[in-house]
């Protein structure tokens, strides 16, 4: 029962395989993303080489990294807040409501998750193209082209229907006898105690949206409205770019994720977790 | 809403899902209802689109390259579940607990999970270069393996795609399974203890029914995202070499995007999408019904 | 009025350029240009632009890409008398956009030739000549991939860079030169129209020269997955040292690996003589235009002289839109100051071949692509066979194009 | 102001119904306990209370307001919840003084109460942590103090010591009795413990299947049940039901019990001979001796539970097994023959095919 | 074969000492009860025992076997645990016979024993279920079909009854009564529920912070604890303990309460006068009468809880609350006068300061 040294030793050597397998490649493209030493096609570095900070102040000014880095972060931030809202919204109702029709909204919202975004970019080019109802106004080539669509998404209003599903129906009617009315129940009681999911849902929200490659191809035409997945794409084409400069963009598309998710890394894991055991 | 509560309280659980309701039927039920009803025609880009009835379908279901493409998404989906969910059960075991050091590699091994399609193909792209120097080779080398061709080599090009996904996927259902652990009850390792049951026994007969819940959360969504899997493979061997990686969704996208056959590949798009909901509710159904009784 | 909408397809690098363009255009005519650009998707942009009526006035794109825009059917007629300049032009440069039915669609704007890249500094260190045959050829891979020519003691180099990836139809791209060079070709043309003609002598030689260059190793190893945008680097990190390439690649390939390293050659003669690909751009009037006489100003400023020569950027930062200019009035070698440009303009006017004027090449290029791709990833297939195979679904692709010959 | 009055109240869920046509009155400042097994619809009935159920019929009343269609806010009670419900997120200061601030009462008011009835609950301490800072029956006295802080009409306890673990359970139920000794807010009390019944409760309302089987005093429903299934389900041990014949003429008929004793019923007990019936009495009733006694029951001791400060005899007669208790202590051992003696004053039958209660004269 | 032995047993978690040098005797076919307040150590010792837990010092030997240093398989252990730790995947028949499966006995044997224990325990209709089909109590059963299967040398319990409802528990209770008198196997039984460990054990060992406090007979723990710990840990209603100083000569002194009351603790009480003491009486060792009583406590009702059954009064005396019980009916309302005698035999007193026990000549 007690571990000896060598089972410590193994377990150390097991620990750091993961890291290596896990984490080594991100190392490698920071290293090599601050190394002035050009590198190969299919070449990474360990250790930075000749450090420098040359590719990134290139991708900075020339290649004007900062105006997509702008656009991704400015729709990023707008859509997940969106999207978790109105995902929270809609699952309150799914989840704590009984009415009828309810089946057949989940069943609907649901399928949209199994549908690859690719098929139907066409008609939703078309529809990005006409006027809103109502409002009268076309969102075509605007950050709101960007960003609508992306709104109602499938995965985050289950993930915290299940959530809410789980809060104790004793807090609701606590609250109800408390006096509060629907829109309070919602903020004071089932949005504090889906903390975890809503920090979930954030996290794959904001990569879901960061990753969009597809949407900004149909909705917008002015290149000042591109996110940095498109200028990786174009610049991935581009036959004249240097390696290190390519990676030094790949590591910036890559950072603000990966901050995201540290911050937010604590609920999320929880989210995650409890999420999962419901099934 | 307090005069007459009774009343008008039908209408709460819609007004919470208006704003849903209301981007999900703009942005999703309409393009998918247009859709369906592109797949019936032969698309035309100026003037009005000819009308083909069940062609389209007809020429999916007789397209032999779509039925490679096919294949090789079975073989991706389900070396990528088993695969996937073998090792992240592995590094669960591994990584179970509270303890400050595996809670932080548990949290850096997460990266993967997190990082975009686009930049994890890059850095696919980058490891399994073909050539000597490429990083695995170069590791395979210190072993006196031959560099390898990897995605270059028909043989392999499937095998290293599937990688990837299994890569980016270890951790995300390593976290799932790591629940599932936790929520397994002590004391039946404690009878089985008791029992005799040796450490292999105990996997076996309190871990892994334990984890019955997770492997069905775990392979479900191995499935949805084997299906439909696209940007992975396009940005790493775009369904090449020779056709050996060609997925449904490269397959749908080289004829609707490269080809311009939009109504035919609305039609295919339309057959996958029906298969994959199927085996949702397919999946839901057993599961409830195991849940049941 | 409204500004003219054009759309080209060019990328970051080119956006100098074109300001300078449309800047000058615009001072002459006072006709204001809303330009876009991409690089990528180019087509499927065209095609969703056409589906929601939002299609541009002007387009500027490969030729080749014609017929599938013509299939779409958002191009105009071009009347070429009616073009002011058209007669200066190169007549092999008009053809290019000359349909099926005999009528012009475009206007050829920039045309180019592909010529061999070698590192010059290697090649001279090993002690060879320049490669004039295809065996010259594969001795120089084959010393660059086995005598360690940057001297830096591992292995590590590799001959010949092979962009041959079925995406997009790179393979039949690259592999155009060869099948000329062996004295092959893709179709024959019959009276009353083409059949595929792959399975010959002469092209199997041409695929079993660069499947003997991949299998024997000669080629860089990703070459059966690389497009240019994977064999670029390849080429300018020093990782091999022969590549085939267009005019454009002379400004980076100056900047790294280096003016001084690099030499521009013909390519090396295969058993029916010499032969390169030729391609161009072009401009098309879409049919959604109601600015004809805008658009057809913008173009003729395009292939005159002036804009030719503005195009080609000297003194720019800047990649150029016109690598070879169309008009006949305009000397590169006069105009560009490396003399490398030289040997393109040369060979264009030499030996260039452009790709058949099928009514839409592109799907062929791509069934091409797909079935030399397949016999180049296996170096013991049988490649009359796996011609044969390519020819049968060319062939099917003709009919559907109604193009096929009895 | 805080009289609770229910008028044929029914509920169904779906298809099924869970409350039939309930009557119940509650007078003002009552303390009335439903008690009742798992699924008689207990808390069914305090959820249509607090309005967070509908009625499919009937009406209730709370002071002299029709509240029927109000929604719960406007019915003033408050609820003390089995989980507490405490709002995880909020202090205990928050979490008592919620109510108050969502009916707009101003800041500087709502401290002054929640500190008062804080203070009241010695809760005064633990104002500034939050609810998982606290231990099992402080939760429970924030919940209650949640309650008493909005000053209600009406209390309502659903299940509120089920969470506890024994000895705290005891203690909270006294500080429950005090509190409303003190206060005299008229509360109902949902429960399935009869020992929380008994002692707490004022009028008590047995339940099953949705009906109400008995309403009345404790003492009244322990000593006077009018079934089987109230006899059985109050008291620890259970009463004895022992399955016995009516033999004697009617005016003073006795029943024989499965071992062939005869145990008199005295006059006026509206029996008839040859009647099946149950033979009850009560374990504390059965007066235990070690010598024959003349008309008692013959029994072998099969078990002896002894607390200390209570010993429950298990007998086995011939046919039937008979409990008794007692406080004193007294040397038994399992195996020992004993003469059991029902309390003849004590003793109830019942009809056996029906289970109701056949009343005697000599009934108290 | 069964009897258990703990020799200067201590454990510690990390830096955390939980057991301390527990020394403990066991006999053969003895039920023995552990029993103390939630985090004393029940369970990690019960673990020690079985082998689930290692020692940091000290022996273990069961039989004559030293098993300190064996895995739980070569113990001959069985044990019932708190949430019963079926295999949910297995059927009863399957849970009950994977120790003899894995112990390698055949398989028509392992039948025949199974359906042999389950015949025992009334679930051979059960065999075939899975335990997520089974109500609390047949799981329960279940779980210790299995432990009886493999008719180990001792069976080890964990709060194994701790998962039930009130009345399911009071039968199971029974039903392992009676199943220890007819095995006769040795049994070590964790429990909190002080009535559990009154009624089951036949030695009770009572733990604190991971000490033994005392062992003893039940009744022995319960008329002669050995400090205020164990008086009041054992019994409901608790016992009272009133802070008193100890009055008069050294051979026959008294003891003044709060209010001024002396009473007598009658010769070679041990106590010395002026010193601290607690005056404990159990409730049901205090007289309650309405008369006023020479001697007497002077108390005023301030509860009754009235189960129909027992009747429990708080009183409050001047400085002091005590607590009566019996199991009389009598009419008591809460704010009378009454006067409350403690039976002089049945006082036990403690020492202030340390908490022991000061015994008195007169204790019985
Ligand atoms: N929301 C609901 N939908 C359908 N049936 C319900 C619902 N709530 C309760 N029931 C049913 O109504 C009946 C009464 O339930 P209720 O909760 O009132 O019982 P209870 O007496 O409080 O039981 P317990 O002691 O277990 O809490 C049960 O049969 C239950 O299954
Ligand atoms: N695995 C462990 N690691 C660290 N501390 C532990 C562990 N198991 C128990 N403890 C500590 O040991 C002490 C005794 O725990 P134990 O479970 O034996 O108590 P118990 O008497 O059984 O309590 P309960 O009645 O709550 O079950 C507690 O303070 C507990 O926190
Ligand atoms: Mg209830
Ligand atoms: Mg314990």
């Given at each position: 029962m007690k571990t000896t040294f060598p089972q410590k030793l193994a377990r150390g050597a097991v620990y750091a395989l993961l890291l290596i397998v896990f984490c080594g490649p991100f190392w490698g493209i920071l290293a090599t993303a601050f190394s002035k030493t050009t590198v190969q096609p299919g070449q990474l570095l360990i250790w930075p080489d000749q450090p420098t900070f040359d590719h990134f102040i290139y991708a900075w000014t020339e290649v004007k990294a900062w105006i997509y880095l702008f656009n991704s972060l400015l729709v990023v931030a707008i859509g997940t807040v969106l999207q978790t809202t109105v995902s929270a919204l809609a699952a309150y109702a799914l989840a704590r409501k009984k009415f009828r029709g309810a089946a057949f909204i989940s069943l609907a919202i649901l399928s949209t998750m199994m549908l690859p975004d690719e098929v139907i970019s066409i008609p939703l080019y078309l529809i990005l193209h006409q006027k809103l109802p109502?409002?009268?106004?076309?969102?075509?080539?605007s950050y709101a082209a960007l960003i609508l669509p992306l709104v109602g998404w499938a995965f985050s209003v289950f993930l915290l229907t299940e959530f809410m599903k789980a809060v104790p129906r004793d807090l609701e009617d606590a609250a109800r006898v408390d006096g509060a009315n629907e829109i309070q129940i919602f903020l004071k009681v089932i949005v504090p105690l889906v903390k975890p999911a809503l920090g979930t849902t954030t996290i794959f929200g904001f990569l879901m949206i960061w990753d969009q490659y597809l949407l900004p191809l149909i909705a917008v035409d002015d290149r000042s409205l591109y996110t940095i997945p498109v200028v990786l794409r174009s610049l991935r084409v581009d036959e004249i770019m240097q390696q290190n400069i390519f990676i030094a963009v790949t590591v910036i598309a890559t950072v603000p994720c990966i901050v995201v998710y540290l911050l937010l890394q604590k609920q999320f894991n929880r989210g995650l977790m409890s999420g999962a055991v419901k099934g | 809403m307090s005069i007459e509560p009774k009343r008008w309280r039908w209408t709460i659980p819609w007004l919470f899902l208006a704003p849903a309701l209301i981007f999900f039927t703009w942005f999703k039920f309409v393009p998918i209802l247009k859709g369906l009803i592109m797949s019936f025609y032969q698309v035309k880009f100026i003037g009005a689109d000819r009308w083909v009835g069940l062609a389209n379908f007809e020429r999916a279901l007789t397209d032999s390259a779509l039925g490679a493409a096919a294949l090789n998404t079975l073989i991706y989906v389900f070396s990528t579940t088993i695969a996937g969910g073998l090792l992240a059960f592995a590094v669960a075991l591994i990584l179970e607990g509270q303890a400050l050091h595996i809670r932080i590699i548990r949290t850096a091994i997460f990266f993967p999970a997190v990082t975009s399609v686009a930049v994890l193909a890059e850095v696919w792209r980058i490891l399994f270069y073909p050539a000597q120097t490429g990083v695995v080779n170069s590791i395979l080398g210190l072993f006196g393996a031959d560099p390898q061709g990897f995605m270059s080599d028909p043989n392999q090009a499937l095998f290293v795609v599937i990688l990837l996904q299994v890569w980016k996927n270890i951790p995300y259902s390593m976290v799932i399974f790591i629940a599932g652990l936790a929520g397994i009850n002590r004391e039946l390792y404690d009878a089985a203890d008791v029992d005799g049951a040796s450490p292999l026994r105990k996997l076996w007969h309190v871990t892994i029914p334990g984890l019955v819940p997770a492997f069905s959360v775990v392979i479900m969504l191995s499935f949805i995202r084997g299906f439909r899997v696209f940007t992975e493979i396009y940005t790493t061997t775009g369904g090449g070499p020779a056709g050996s990686t060609e997925v449904i969704m490269t397959s749908i996208f080289k004829t609707g995007f490269e080809r311009l056959d939009y109504g035919y590949a609305a039609a295919v798009s339309f057959m996958l999408f029906t298969f994959t909901v199927g085996l949702t509710v397919a999946h839901v159904a057993i599961k409830n019904r195991f849940s049941r009784t | 009025s409204d500004p003219l909408k054009v759309w080209m397809r060019y990328g970051d690098n080119e956006k100098n350029v074109l300001d300078q363009i449309t800047k000058d255009f615009t001072a002459k005519t006072g006709v204001e240009i809303d330009l876009f650009l991409a690089n990528t998707d180019f087509e499927t942009r065209l095609a969703r632009a056409a589906v929601g009526g939002s299609l541009p006035d002007v387009v500027v794109n490969d030729a080749t890409a014609m017929g599938q825009m013509l299939d779409m059917g958002i191009l105009k007629e071009v009347d070429r008398s009616a073009v002011?300049?058209?007669?200066?032009?190169y007549d092999v440069a008009w053809q290019s956009v000359q349909a099926q039915d005999g009528k012009f669609y475009g206007v050829p704007t920039s045309a180019q030739a592909f010529a061999v890249f070698i590192r010059k500094d290697w090649r001279e260190k090993l002690g060879y000549d320049v490669p004039k045959t295809w065996d010259e050829l594969a001795e120089l891979a084959k010393a660059f991939t086995e005598k360690d020519p940057d001297g830096n003691g591992k292995a590590d180099t590799y001959g010949y860079v092979m962009p041959v990836s079925a995406t997009r139809g790179y393979a039949s791209w690259f592999l155009s030169d060869l099948i000329w060079q062996a004295g092959g070709d893709f179709l024959a043309k019959k009276d009353n129209g083409y059949t595929s003609s792959l399975a010959t002598p002469e092209v199997e030689k041409a695929v079993s020269f660069a499947r003997d260059m991949i299998c024997n190793g000669y080629a860089q190893p990703s070459a059966i997955t690389a497009t240019t945008g994977d064999a670029t680097p390849v080429f300018s990190s020093g990782q091999a040292g022969i590549y085939r390439s267009g005019p454009y690649h002379l400004a980076p390939f100056s900047k790294e690996p280096g003016r001084d390293k690099i030499e521009v050659i013909a390519p090396p003669a295969g058993p029916a003589g010499q032969a390169e690909l030729a391609e161009g751009e072009a401009a098309f009037i879409t049919?959604?235009?109601?600015?004809d006489d805008a658009a057809r100003q913008f173009i003729e400023y395009l292939i005159s002289a002036e804009g030719q020569q503005t195009g080609m950027a000297v003194g720019i930062d800047s990649s150029p839109i016109v690598r070879l200019p169309v008009n006949k009035t305009v000397n590169v070698a006069e105009i560009q100051p490396d003399k490398a440009w030289a040997t393109y303009a040369d060979l264009y006017g030499k030996s260039g071949h452009y790709f058949p004027?099928?009514?839409?090449?592109k799907p062929i290029r791509q069934l091409t692509a797909d079935g030399f791709n397949k016999i180049l990833s296996d170096c013991s297939s049988d490649i009359a066979a796996g011609l044969a195979a390519t020819d049968e679904t060319v062939n099917v692709e003709l009919a559907n194009q109604g193009v096929k010959a009895d | 102001m805080g009289s609770v009055s229910l008028k044929n109240v029914s509920k169904s869920f779906g298809a099924v119904k869970v409350i039939h046509d309930v009557s119940l009155e509650i007078e003002e400042g009552e303390f009335c306990v439903l008690i009742g097994p798992s699924g008689s619809g207990k808390s069914t009935l305090l959820r249509i209370i607090a309005g967070l159920e509908d009625v499919s019929a009937g009406n209730i009343s709370i002071g002299d307001r029709q509240?029927?269609?109000?929604p719960p806010k406007h019915r003033d009670i408050a609820m003390v919840f089995q989980t507490y419900a405490l709002y995880p997120q909020m202090t205990v200061r928050e979490n008592m003084g919620f109510a108050l601030k969502l009916a707009g009462m101003p800041k500087a008011e709502i401290n002054a109460k929640v500190t008062d009835v804080a203070r009241m609950l010695e809760l005064d301490q633990l104002l500034e942590r939050l609810p998982k800072e606290l231990s099992g029956g402080q939760r429970q006295r924030v919940s209650m103090g949640r309650a008493i802080v909005r000053n209600p009409s009406v209390f309502l306890f659903d299940e509120?010591?089920?969470?506890?673990?024994a000895k705290l359970r005891v203690q909270v139920r006294g500080e429950i009795a005090d509190l409303h000794r003190r206060l005299q807010t008229t509360s109902v009390y949902v429960t399935h413990d009869q020992v929380e019944a008994m002692t707490l409760g004022q009028k008590i309302v047995v339940l099953k299947d949705g009906r109400v089987e008995q309403v009345g005093r404790p003492l009244e429903l322990y000593d006077d049940p009018v079934n089987t299934f109230v006899a059985s389900f109050l008291g620890t041990p259970s009463i004895n039901l022992i399955e016995a014949d009516v033999t004697g003429a009617s005016d003073a008929c006795a029943a024989r019990l499965p071992d062939g004793t005869e145990v008199k019923l005295g006059k006026n007990n509206g029996c008839m001979p040859g009647q099946k019936i149950f033979f009850g009495i009560r374990p504390e009733h059965a007066r235990l001796s070690l010598e024959d006694q003349p008309g008692a029951i013959r029994a072998r001791i099969h078990a002896v539970e002894n607390t200390g400060s209570d010993m429950v005899i298990l007998n086995e007669a011939e046919g039937f097994r008979i409990t008794a208790a007692f406080k004193e202590q007294r040397a038994l051992e399992p195996g020992a023959s004993v003469s059991i003696l029902p309390d003849p004053a004590k003793i109830r039958i019942f009809d056996a095919a029906t289970g109701k209660r056949i009343r005697r004269g000599e009934d108290a």
């Open positions: 109502l409002l009268g106004v076309s969102i075509y080539n | - | 002011q300049g058209g007669d200066q032009l049919v959604s235009s109601t600015q004027r099928v009514p839409n090449w | 509240v029927t269609d109000l509120p010591l089920s969470n506890l673990d």
